[in-house]
T-cell receptor
Framework: EAGVTQFPSHSVIEKGQTVTLRCDPISGHDNLYWYRRVMGKEIKFLLHFVKESKQDESGMPNNRFLAERTGGTYSTLKVQPAELEDSGVYFC???????????????FGQGTRLTVV | AQTVTQSQPEMSVQEAETVTLSCTYDTSESDYYLFWYKQPPSRQMILVIRQEAYKQQNATENRFSVNFQKAAKSFSLKISDSQLGDAAMYFCAYRREYGNKLVFGAGTILRVKS
């Protein structure tokens, strides 16, 4: 079974440009999460999808970030326009939705390293 | 808001020896989950071990075990008989009992010397 896959693995863009990160969750996982680790600090939650709906987007830093999950399968995270402080590693994770069973494990991708210069 | 602190940015251990990674957290809740994740270089982050706060017994997974001190809000990871493949970044994480998102610490880089 394929794990969580993220594209690209590494992206270098100039300030002001646009970048789109993609995440393919494990097939059948309704929950999809985006996290970000900036400059060696802690990994921080960005948002959570349940199927195609945004369940919690409290971690999104500002309106330059747009996440979508059309059709409830893969997700994209677009940064437009990118700023220097957006540099970091963006992680995607997915988990099953088992109703009242809340201790489902989250499976992570390898991350996308974004460098804004 | 919950916070997780890993006070050791880097640790080193000799192959076959034991190492302990520290983690403390802050929460006002009584029921929650704690996790240790491992991320090898350029690879996926994987779950190493999980602890439910309502369980007094410390979780163990082969060479990995935790020392969960609920009153002290401490959750350390012990790796016994360290192997070269244990070299990675280790993240401690917290999750509310009825929540989905994880709260992570800053991570500890573990180097294993042969």
């Amino acid at each position: 079974e394929a794990g969580v896959t993220q594209f690209p693995s590494h992206s270098v863009i100039e300030k002001g440009q646009t970048v789109t990160l993609r995440c393919d969750p494990i097939s059948g996982h309704d929950n999809l999460y985006w996290y970000r680790r900036v400059m060696g600090k802690e990994i921080k939650f960005l948002l959570h999808f349940v199927k195609e709906s945004k369940q919690d987007e409290s971690g999104m830093p500002n309106n330059r970030f747009l996440a979508e999950r059309t059709g409830g399968t893969y997700s994209t995270l677009k940064v437009q326009p990118a700023e220097l402080e957006d540099s970091g590693v963006y992680f995607c994770a997915s988990s099953q939705d088992l109703g009242q069973v809340m201790n489902t494990e989250a499976f992570f991708g390898q991350g996308t390293r974004l460098t804004v210069v | 808001a919950q916070t997780v602190t890993q006070s050791q940015p880097e640790m080193s251990v000799q192959e076959a020896e034991t190492v302990t990674l520290s983690c403390t957290y802050d929460t006002s809740e009584s029921d929650y989950y704690l996790f240790w994740y491992k991320q090898p270089p350029s690879r996926q982050m994987i779950l190493v071990i999980r602890q439910e706060a309502y369980k007094q017994q410390n979780a163990t997974e082969n060479r990995f075990s935790v020392n969960f001190q609920k009153a002290a809000k401490s959750f350390s990871l012990k790796i016994s008989d360290s192997q070269l493949g244990d070299a990675a970044m280790y993240f401690c994480a917290y999750r509310r009992e009825y929540g989905n998102k994880l709260v992570f610490g800053a991570g500890t880089i573990l180097r294993v010397k042969s």
